[in-house]
T-cell receptor, first 115, second 116 residues
């Protein structure tokens, strides 16, 4: 049973460029959340997708956008990259509603470096 | 303002001892509280979840307590082993009515180092 898979594992981009990160959820999960984790910090919630729609959004600018496909996989897009966007981007899947019924299952993340 | 506080200093203990990690929070009313383990370069792995009406939860060598009056959770690892060395994150499950779902909000984590 495959867990959450993310690609690519590492990425180096230049300021101002755009990037797309990809995520396949754990089998049986249909809700995908994205988190940004800076070095030495905890994961910060970016947004959550369910039924191909953004259901909840954290405190991130519009440069961060996403998409969920009919097979529940998801993409995170970041436009106009800034140096401060350098971080580990984590995708997590869960059952609908989350909470006590469904903790998050994380992938191993994409390490994004912006130079 | 809302805060989740975990000790930023690493916790160093000797193998076989009990490790106790603390998670304090302010201005939150979580329905659930979760603990995750994160190894370097890897995603967090879920360990335990405790509900607001539960005082204590156990799983093998792990024990979590949840005091909603003190706004504090304690995470214990008994008979610790070097393999337990990792960063441990607490996360508060907050219900967002606009989206109809619980969104875990994470602390920064505490690094545990178990010495042989």
């Amino acid at each position: 049973d495959a867990g959450v898979t993310q690609s690519p594992t590492h990425l180096i981009k230049t300021r101002g460029q755009q990037v797309t990160l990809r995520c396949s959820p754990k089998s049986g999960h249909d809700t995908v959340s994205w988190y940004q984790q800076a070095l030495g910090q905890g994961p910060q919630f970016i947004f959550q997708y369910y039924e191909e729609e953004e259901r909840q959004r954290g405190n991130f600018p519009d440069r961060f956008s996403g998409h969920q496909f009919p097979n529940y996989s998801s993409e995170l897009n970041v436009n106009a990259l800034l140096l401060g966007d350098s971080a580990l981007y984590l995708c997590a899947s869960s059952l609908p509603g989350g909470g006590g019924n469904s903790p998050l299952h994380f992938g191993n993340g994409t390490r994004l470096t912006v130079t | 303002s809302q805060k989740i506080e975990q000790n930023s200093e690493a916790l160093n203990i000797q193998e076989g001892k009990t490790a106790t990690l603390t998670c304090n929070y302010t201005n939150y009313s979580p329905a659930y509280l979760q603990w995750y383990r994160q190894d370097p370069g890897r995603g967090p792995v879920f360990l335990l979840l405790i509900r607001e009406n539960e005082k204590e939860k156990r799983k093998e060598r792990l024990k979590v307590t949840f005091d909603t009056t003190l706004k504090q959770s304690l995470f214990h690892i008994t008979a610790s082993q070097p393999a337990d060395s990792a960063t441990y994150l607490c996360a508060l499950d907050i219900f967002h009515a606009s989206g109809g779902s619980y969104i875990p909000t994470f602390g920064r984590g505490t690094s545990l180092i178990v010495h042989p």
